[in-house]
């Protein structure tokens, strides 16, 4: 056997513990194993694309893993588990750019004996790629609170999108025709780029989620045009298994929103008319609120309480003294249990991440499907930083913007409490009648605080 | 173009094979799901080497450089903060 198809061979041993590596990582037991397994095969198709006779380049090629396995390493020890999505959009970007790079390399080493297909994919994984960066920095910068989380819009927005697009098919196209034109492959970098940026401002805080998997999905697309380019097996299959797993999650997420994607991508502009109109009805009559005291009595007196965490619990990062005040609770007989709405976050599964860190054991997260009959029978819900996916109105009121988005039935618990700043609308810009019926209290107060001040009182009583 | 029609074979049927894999993959794990094959999007690092791999200083091989230490961010740290992650999961004692 040669060494061309022993590298052949290898790279579809690492492909299929790639698949294997993404199978463990869907069940709970076995993801430590499928990430690793992942991992392993990572390494597996750098060692033996290594052994490639035109690799000679072993100094630049070390300093540049070096250089990358540095700072990949220094930031995921770092970070913070609140600022998960950030880091996430940050990653995503860098793949998204080396596979842009990438592109542009193959196009420059190539000149002008490029052949038609591979000039299409090169296009096409230069097109991906620089979208992929400039979007999931814009995506940081929301997520890390630089570029304002309100959703960006001014007129003509989506026919300004159109015309990039296909001025970028214009360019592309006479590429093709002429590979020599080489201020249209910049042009066409730079438009890639814009349109990233474009596409993400409009998007509003609370609909991060499908973004990020959107961005996913989009650095895995970019992979596979790069295995294109170089007809690289490897690449392709990961590429396209990464972009599978990116159009699973962005499903899911929009369909948890009650949401079309279109919607979420193009629909920034219907937004702001809804929260515009809600604010003029957001005053609220009869509300209730309590102390940490008083909350504690209720709580004391009850035999179940449901935790709802909202994104205000992970701003607050309230996640371990949620843990402690559920000790609290359960020492005293409570069954405790954590109802988790699927865009609970700011990233799929962001809030499931908090509250592991927190030492909350998972069997106790549920859900919404799972949990949603038992808070009829539930004596206590507690809200934390939560609101739009706890609104009644998404039910009952059929005008509503958020009309239809499934919800967590927290009004159908015996008593409410919710742990919230202040009676500000969510991101759906609307008022919560949740807030002023008669059997829920009030708690305002930051969500850290809050739930100190109640463990503390539930110690005293 | 033969080659083209293998490779688009492959492409589309891994799509489908990623699907299926993950199609019921519970909501704990959304989070570690993503920041893993976001990790495996790092993929491109071999493209990264294919591209840096002559001994010249041309640009197309400082471009491969700069994909390099990109795609390793992307490899290293993704995979980095899955496991540490994943750690956290725990079951009650």
Same mark, same amino acid.
């Given at each position: 056997m040669n060494l061309p198809d022993l590298i052949d061979i290898s790279y579809l041993v690492a492909s299929v513990l790639f698949i294997f590596g993404m199978k463990c990582l869907s069940s709970v037991k076995t993801a430590r194993l499928g990430n690793l397994l992942a991992a392993l095969a990572m390494l597996m198709a750098v060692v033996v694309t290594l052994l490639d006779q035109g690799i000679v380049n072993y100094k630049l090629i070390a300093a540049g893993i070096v250089i990358g396995g540095l700072i990949g390493t220094i930031t995921a020890?770092?970070?913070?588990?609140?600022?998960?999505?950030?880091?996430?959009?940050?990653?995503? &970007?860098?793949?998204?750019?080396?596979?842009?790079?990438?592109?542009?390399?193959?196009?420059?080493?190539?000149?002008?004996?490029?052949?038609?297909?591979?000039?299409?994919?090169?296009?096409?994984?230069?097109?991906?790629?620089?979208?992929?960066?400039?979007?999931?920095?814009?995506?940081?910068?929301?997520?890390?609170?630089?570029?304002?989380?309100?959703?960006?819009?001014?007129?003509?927005?989506?026919?300004?999108?159109?015309?990039?697009?296909?001025?970028?098919?214009?360019? &592309?196209?006479?590429?093709?025709?002429?590979?020599?034109?080489?201020?249209?492959?910049?042009?066409?970098?730079?438009?890639?780029?814009?349109?990233?940026?474009?596409?993400?401002?409009?998007?509003?805080?609370?609909?991060?989620?499908?973004?990020?998997?959107?961005?996913?999905s989009y650095s895995g697309i970019a992979a596979a045009m790069t295995g294109f380019v170089l007809m690289n097996k490897v690449l392709i299959v990961a590429g396209a298994l990464v972009g599978a797993t990116g159009i699973i999650l962005t499903a899911i997420m929009c369909k948890a929103m009650n949401r079309s994607l279109t919607n979420v991508v193009f629909g920034a502009f219907g937004q702001v008319e809804a929260s515009s109109s809600g604010a003029k009805d957001s005053g609220y009559t009869g509300v209730k609120s309590c102390s940490a005291e008083e909350a504690a009595m209720v709580m004391e007196s009850a035999q179940s309480v449901l935790i709802v965490p909202g994104y205000g619990l992970a701003v607050a990062r309230a996640q371990h003294a949620i843990k402690e005040l559920a000790d609290v609770l359960e020492k005293r007989g409570v069954t405790v249990k954590y109802a988790i709405h699927p865009v609970a976050g700011r990233m799929p599964g962001h809030m499931n991440v908090l509250l592991a860190e927190a030492e909350v054991p998972y069997e106790q997260l549920f859900e919404m499907d799972e949990i949603n009959s038992e808070f009829e029978r539930t004596d206590v819900a507690l809200v934390v930083g939560a609101n739009d996916v706890t609104n009644p109105v998404a039910r009952n009121e059929v005008g509503s913007p958020i009309y239809g988005m499934p919800i967590l039935n927290v009004d159908k618990a015996r008593t409410v409490i919710v742990v919230k700043r202040s009676l500000s609308p969510g991101f759906a810009g609307i008022k919560n009648p949740l807030f002023e019926s008669e059997k829920t209290l009030m708690f305002f107060a930051d969500a850290k605080k809050a739930i100190e001040g109640l463990t503390k009182e539930m110690n005293s009583l | 173009m033969e080659i083209l029609i293998t490779a688009l074979f492959i492409f589309i049927l891994a799509i489908f094979v990623g699907f299926e894999v993950i199609a019921k993959v519970p909501p704990t794990l959304h989070t570690p799901l993503m920041s893993g094959s976001n990790a495996i999007s790092g993929i491109t690092l071999i493209g990264a080497l294919i591209c840096s791999g002559p001994l010249d200083y041309k640009v197309s091989t400082l471009l491969g450089f700069a994909a390099i230490v990109f795609a390793t961010i992307n490899v290293v740290g993704g995979f980095l903060v899955t496991d540490r992650m994943l750690q956290m999961f725990k079951r009650k004692n």
């Open positions: 020890r770092l970070v913070q588990m609140t600022a998960m999505p950030q880091m996430v959009a940050v990653f995503n &970007g860098f793949g998204g750019l080396a596979s842009a790079l990438v592109a542009f390399s193959e196009y420059h080493r190539l000149g002008s004996g490029i052949g038609n297909f591979v000039l299409i994919t090169i296009l096409l994984g230069t097109f991906v790629g620089w979208l992929t960066f400039t979007g999931s920095m814009i995506a940081y910068g929301k997520l890390q609170g630089i570029v304002t989380q309100q959703p960006v819009v001014y007129p003509f927005q989506n026919a300004l999108n159109l015309v990039i697009t296909l001025a970028i098919v214009g360019m &592309g196209v006479w590429v093709v025709i002429d590979p020599a034109a080489q201020p249209f492959f910049w042009a066409i970098m730079a438009a890639a780029s814009l349109l990233g940026i474009l596409l993400v401002l409009p998007i509003g805080g609370a609909d991060m989620p499908v973004v990020i998997s959107l961005l996913n | -």
